[in-house]
């Protein structure tokens, strides 16, 4: 049987959408709060990013899902504003 390394993936769907809402839909607390979160806050360092805006530099965020008692506490790790965004979530959060 062949052993798969799922430390790190990439998923590829077709949605139809414009690519200006789908960065939002995923770099805004309000946005992504609507389609599977509970709650999420974006960090700019300590300083949490008001949830309509999206974020533009590399900081960290916390997501609260729906149905389980667990938040998840990770970072962006690259962000460009347009249509890259690379987060990190530590093993174990």
């Known amino acids: 049987m062949k052993t798969y390394d799922l430390t790190t993936f990439t ?3 077709g949605i139809k959408a414009d690519m200006k809402d789908l960065y939002d ?11 599977f979160l509970s709650q999420a806050t974006n960090y700019r360092g300590s300083e949490a990013i008001p949830n309509d ?3 533009r530099t590399a900081g960290q ?14 970072e962006f790790t690259q962000v460009n504003g347009l249509d ?8 174990n959060v």
């Open 61 to 74: 965020y916390e997501w609260s899902w729906y149905l389980h008692d667990m938040t998840d506490r990770a």
């Open 25 to 35: 839909a995923w770099t805004r607390a309000d946005k992504i709060e609507t389609w």
């Open 53 to 55: 805006e999206n974020v």
């Open 84 to 91: 890259l965004l690379n987060s990190y979530l530590p093993v």
């Open 11 to 13: 998923k590829k769907i």
